[in-house]
């Protein structure tokens, strides 16, 4: 991070004078940005941006509330008005400030081995040519394409009241094609993405080309396919369609910050058998190169494994520091925040369903009738009642235990809770899946994961009945 000034040594004035009021807490958040995306539609470059973000956020905990502010002027005078401003909120006895001495997460990795910010812009306005046209030759029948490219390096040091110092450097790079296939009065879309917290190398095995040719076939697969069939049914949902089951109808229940609230049905349930005994679901912000990983969060704490449910048992929640302090338990290294204009709030970060001992093609062929899920699309959960709705975008039917004719306008219904004590198999395969996550109006880089799973029994929604 460039400063003109260091950081560790402005920090004891700052926090202090974000604690004069009073408060439990003080935290000084620096975060330093450089972007870049490009857009191609219609086989032209729409849009490039490229830019630095710079800025820092400070936070007073008071009797567990919290008082935020944030200036992109970085100053020492500067964050010492900033902090005097939000001290304003708090009230009661000072708490001390420790300076900042030790480091409360590990150093950051060495880094891409491919850094997007040394590649010339050229080089990344020819990965979204080269993606545009092998979709373009891939179908006749594909009529537009629509591929972006986008990377981001991504500085931030936190330092505390607690003397505690923790600093990250983190690299995003992301390519994503849409292709859109049409036949006379029909048109339909496929879509892949590929990505993580890696550099240019992502996209060393996994090309550009391979990208448009699978969002290709995803929209001529959608294009050829029949009504999906309505009614309750099996479904398979193979590792492919990531994790999205896991992160949208298990994950945001298991977030600390609503289970305070009384907002998940997960609540007060630690301990308690709350799926099958071949369920195992993680949250673990360590994996190298994942979309959702860090070595510390935006809390410097550092990032962590967790183990939410175990063979079926509840063992914990999703915590960040406030919520970890209200409920008298440690932070699982979960609290994140879109940019330092945002307060940390308890988010995922790579999540997923452990693999299991079952044939991913023995499930299918065991499955003498239903539904083969390859790819999920968006998805909404009800967090108070587990119920949840989510959108098939690349599925077929199963028939005599094989895949066979794919299906479009299928949909998933069901709820959280019984779904996981339902599943009855699990596969030992496991897909990941990449997103960006929203929540109380920030958005997250996410990974999810899952192996191939059956669930006996599931309402799905679609235009024929069965």
């Given at each position: 991070m460039k400063l003109d000034f260091d950081p560790a040594a402005a920090a004891p004035a700052v926090l202090r004078a974000a604690l004069a009021r009073g408060g439990d807490f003080a935290e000084l958040y620096l975060e330093d940005v450089v972007h870049t995306a490009v857009t191609l539609d219609a086989a032209r470059i729409e849009r490039i941006t490229t830019g630095v973000d710079r800025g820092a956020g400070i936070r007073v905990l008071h009797r567990l509330k919290t008082a935020y502010g944030y200036t992109s002027e970085l100053s020492p005078r500067a964050l010492i008005e900033l902090a005097g401003a939000v001290a304003q909120a708090a009230r009661g006895g000072l708490k001390a400030v420790h300076p900042p001495e030790r480091s409360a997460a590990p150093p950051p990795s060495a880094g891409p081995r491919r850094d997007p910010l040394a590649a010339p812009l050229g080089?990344?306005?020819?990965?979204?040519?080269?993606a545009d046209a092998r979709a373009r030759a891939w179908e006749k029948r594909i009529h537009q394409v629509t591929v972006r490219y986008g990377d981001a390096r991504r500085a931030v040091v936190c330092m505390n009241s607690l003397g505690e110092w923790a600093q990250d450097d983190r690299v995003q790079t992301l390519l994503s094609v849409t292709a859109v296939a049409g036949a006379g009065a029909e048109i339909t879309t496929g879509y892949e993405s590929i990505g993580g917290a890696c550099g240019l190398e992502v996209l060393d095995g996994d090309t550009p080309e391979r990208v448009a040719e699978v969002a290709s076939?995803?929209?001529m697969a959608n294009l050829l396919a029949r009504p999906a069939p309505a009614g309750r049914m099996p479904v398979v949902l193979a590792a492919s369609a990531g994790g999205t089951m896991v992160h949208e109808a298990v994950g945001h229940g298991l977030e600390a910050d609503l289970i305070a609230?009384?907002?998940?049905?997960?609540?007060?349930?630690?301990?308690q058998v709350v799926g099958t005994p071949l369920l195992t679901v993680l949250d673990d912000a360590t994996l190298p190169g994942r979309r959702g990983s860090f070595s510390c969060d935006d809390e410097g704490t550092p990032a962590q494994r967790t183990v939410l449910i175990e063979n079926g048992v509840l063992r914990g929640y999703l915590h960040d520091r406030l919520s970890a302090w209200k409920a008298g338990a440690r932070s699982t290294g979960n609290g994140?925040?879109?940019s330092f204009r945002c307060r940390p709030i308890v988010r995922m970060s790579n999540t997923m369903i452990a693999p299991g001992d079952d044939d991913p093609e023995d499930i299918v062929r065991s499955t003498e009738r239903g539904l083969?899920?390859?790819q999920m699309g968006g998805g909404q959960v009800e967090t108070v009642s587990g119920n949840f709705v989510f959108e098939v975008t690349e599925g077929y039917l199963i028939e005599k235990g094989a895949v066979s004719d794919p299906v479009r306008g299928?949909?998933?219904?069901?709820?959280?809770?019984?779904?996981?004590?339902?599943i009855d198999r699990v596969g030992r395969d496991l897909g990941f899946g990449i997103g960006t996550c929203g929540k109380d109006g920030q958005s997250v880089a996410v990974a999810d994961a899952q192996p191939t799973l059956r669930i006996p029994e599931l309402v799905v929604g679609g235009r024929q009945g069965t």
């Open positions: 080089l990344k306005v020819a990965l979204c040519r080269r076939r995803r929209a609230d009384g907002l998940s049905i997960y609540q007060g349930m630690i301990g994140r925040r879109e083969f899920v390859r299928a949909t998933l219904t069901g709820n959280g809770p019984e779904v996981l004590r339902g």
